[in-house]
């Protein structure tokens, strides 16, 4: 089994910045492509971006390119999201995820998930 855990949410002003972290065990993180979702009640859970196992190749929803960025840290096991830029629709419980297979967009391509961290931006 892998665990996954995120960090770093919290409330930020409009144009600020966040980074979150997703902190892998269980598994060898290194060899999964890994992805960042967001959900907002009564909606479904949203593509945000998603890195290959060795950060080759990255993936953004049209929405966050340019102002968000995914990178990870084999050595630490741990993945990340700088979101800068932030606007008040980022709002949302931010997942990661790990994907046994390949980079993908859909969340029913990824294996695990962790428990989600709430980010909050003001207006």
């Known amino acids: 089994q892998v665990q996954l855990v995120e960090s770093g949410g919290g409330l930020v002003q409009a144009g600020g910045s966040l980074r979150l972290s997703c902190a892998a065990s269980?598994?060898?993180?290194?060899?999964?492509?890994m992805g960042w979702f967001r959900q907002v009640p009564g909606k479904e859970r949203e593509f945000v971006a998603a890195i290959s196992w060795n950060g080759g190749s990255v993936s953004y929803a049209d929405s966050v390119r340019g102002r968000f960025t995914i990178s990870r840290d084999n050595a630490k096991n741990t993945l990340y999201l700088q979101m800068s830029s932030l606007k008040p629709e980022d709002t949302a419980v931010y997942y990661c995820?790990?994907?046994?297979?390949?980079?993908?967009?859909?969340?029913?391509?990824?294996?695990?998930w962790g428990r989600g961290t709430q980010v909050t931006v003001s207006s």
């Open positions: 269980g598994r060898t993180f290194s060899r999964y492509a």
């Open positions: 995820a790990l994907d046994t297979s390949a980079i993908g967009r859909r969340a029913d391509e990824y294996d695990h």
